[in-house]
């Protein structure tokens, strides 16, 4: 358990209320190797998005563990666990979420700053250089191209140096050339700084560049848990 980057032991989790309560994942086993990277692909609805964020710590499950990085995530409060996040796990979604009244300077120095660290925009500037928008630091979301603010979202997502990344749909909303600088970029990362690389996606080819692909259909692993926890 401990060598894994990420375990998760007999995971089951619903979402929802009353009679539009769905149960999403069923029964998950999986482990992750340090440094490994996983695609996690299968049809919409299949709940590789929400296995995703349950390995993040953004959803909680309703019974099983996730052990992330050493640490049972079951034993962490609110505060914890968005502690933990923000230094172990970095994040990249589709959708970017950058705030939009911020230079891209300082939305990657912004989870630095909540964190309390020192030279924030020294080491946002440094992240954003590595991600080559070392030109665009004053620049806000709406003047830079999407496949630009993806960079700005990927170098806030490594700016605190985490030792597990994930990214859900990352090339989703960009077109086919800009998605594949941005996975280059991710898999460089990944492989210059030793992270583990969790990724969603629904594009088999990309997911054949990772280590292993774990198929999942409606809640369930049907193929690729060959690391799976016992």
Known sequence: MQDKAIALHDV???LGRGAARVHILKGISLGIDKGEAVGLVGPSGSGKSTLLMTM???ERPDSGKVIVDGTDLSGLDEDALARFRGRRIGIVFQSFHLVPT???LENVALPLELAGEDAAFERAEAELQAVGLGSRLQHYPAQL???EQQRVAIARAIVPN???LVADEPTGNLDENTGGSI???LFALKRDRGATLVLVTHDL???RLCDRMVRLRSGQIEAGAASAVA
């Open 205 to 207: 080819n990309l997911a």
């Open 145 to 147: 191209s999407g496949g």
């Open 102 to 104: 911020m230079t891209a």
């Open 183 to 185: 996975i280059d970029l």
């Open 162 to 164: 985490p030792a597990i």
């Open 56 to 58: 993040a710590g953004l």
């Open 12 to 14: 089951d989790l619903s």
